[in-house]
T-cell receptor, first 110, second 113 residues
């Protein structure tokens, strides 16, 4: 199946720094989702985006639906140790299955 | 706490065993999914049920057999698995298949010996 390119693959940052990651696709999507997954647990939905150009925040997290509808971005401000985990994007064309990104592993150094 | 409940949390089975994974949600969602996830990789879609009918089978081997007894329950029956089938099996649900985010359970960690 289709796989989305997510970058960077991994990040090591100091506590308090801001984080940016992105997800790109060769196909147009109508929905973009961002998930965080902790070890041994299922992915937890962070933000859902439904409209090109949409900018949505959830606390320190902000995500954007790219204007081309082929990409999405996630920013985390003022990172804290509990932000550690793997972040996945997922895109969907209407009525079709969700395709997941390759994941970004985030490590926050206290 | 997740609103999608999966049992068991861990399962170890031999290659000749028959076991079942269970998933339950009470959010009124009409689409339910099984995903397989290897370590540090994204979830891979296995099956999709929409309104209790199987709508997608991603060419999954027949040793995996899904079942949706009602709109709240989803099972995955396992038989004659291989060691390479060891993975985290995730169940998810969504309001429907059209435009609706997936809500995941915490998964069953399966080890095939």
């Amino acid at each position: 199946g289709q796989q989305l390119n997510q970058s960077p693959q991994s990040m090591f940052i100091q506590e308090g720094e801001d984080v940016s990651m992105n997800c790109t696709s060769s196909s147009i999507f109508n929905t973009w989702l961002w998930y965080k997954q902790d070890p041994g647990e299922g992915p937890v939905l962070l933000i859902a985006l439904y409209k090109a150009g949409e900018l949505t925040s959830n606390g320190r997290l902000t995500a954007q639906f790219g204007i081309t509808r082929k990409d999405s971005f996630l920013n985390i401000s003022a990172s804290i140790p509990s932000d550690v985990g793997i972040y996945f994007c997922a895109g969907q064309a209407t009525g079709n299955q969700f395709y997941f990104g390759t994941g970004t592993s985030l490590t926050v150094i206290p | 706490d997740t609103e999608v409940t999966q049992t068991p949390k861990h399962l170890v089975m031999g290659m000749t065993n028959k076991k079942s994974l269970k998933c339950e949600q009470h959010m009124g969602h009409r689409a339910m999914y099984w995903y397989k996830q290897k370590a540090k990789k994204p979830p891979e879609l296995m099956f999709v049920y929409s309104y209790e009918k199987l709508s997608i089978n991603e060419s999954v081997p027949s040793r995996f057999s899904p079942e949706c007894p009602n709109s709240s329950l989803l099972n995955l029956h396992l038989h004659a698995l291989q060691p390479e089938d060891s993975a985290l099996y995730l169940c998810a649900s969504s309001i429907d298949r059209v435009i609706s985010p997936l809500h995941f359970g915490n998964g069953t960690r399966l080890t095939v010996t």
